[in-house]
């Protein structure tokens, strides 16, 4: 009879204590040699787009990068195209054509991504958002 009421509850404790799974990068798209964009699988939180927590001298930044580059703002929400969500730009201090690039979400596992610069460029972002830019 006491099992009846321990197993359900040690089963309802161990799912409590199961980790969250966290956001992640889904993809990176480098629109010029200041602005990336990156889309999330989960929306990010209004903690990390409060402008108050990056004027603060304790501010973590939520995306970091390799090769020298920095956030130079806070990610901007772009509006859904109806077949990408959670897109956010990030402004950085400055890509060169060449590096691989990385970019990382709260230290998780780094996407990588190029800057071509140039018509190379300016062709991936028609083929991506349409020839009226």
């Known amino acids: 009879m006491k099992y009846k009421y321990v197993i359900p509850a040690v089963l309802l404790s ?33 903690e990390e787009l409060d402008p108050a927590r990056f004027l603060a001298k304790d501010y973590e930044p939520a ?30 201090n400055g890509l060169d054509v060449g590096p691989i ?14 800057f071509y610069g140039g018509r190379e460029q300016v062709d991936k972002y028609r083929d991506r958002y349409g020839s009226y830019f």
Do not use: C, W
């Open 101 to 114: 690039y990385q970019i990382s979400y709260r230290k998780q596992k780094p996407k990588t991504f190029k």
């Open 14 to 46: 161990l799912g409590m204590v199961l980790p969250v799974s966290a956001n992640k990068i889904k993809n990176v798209f480098v629109v010029d040699e200041l602005t990336v964009e990156v889309e999330m699988a989960d929306p990010l939180t209004k």
């Open 63 to 92: 995306f970091t990068f390799n090769e020298g580059v920095e956030a130079v703002g806070l990610p901007v929400p772009q509006k859904s195209d109806g077949f990408h969500y959670n897109i956010y730009r990030i402004a950085v």
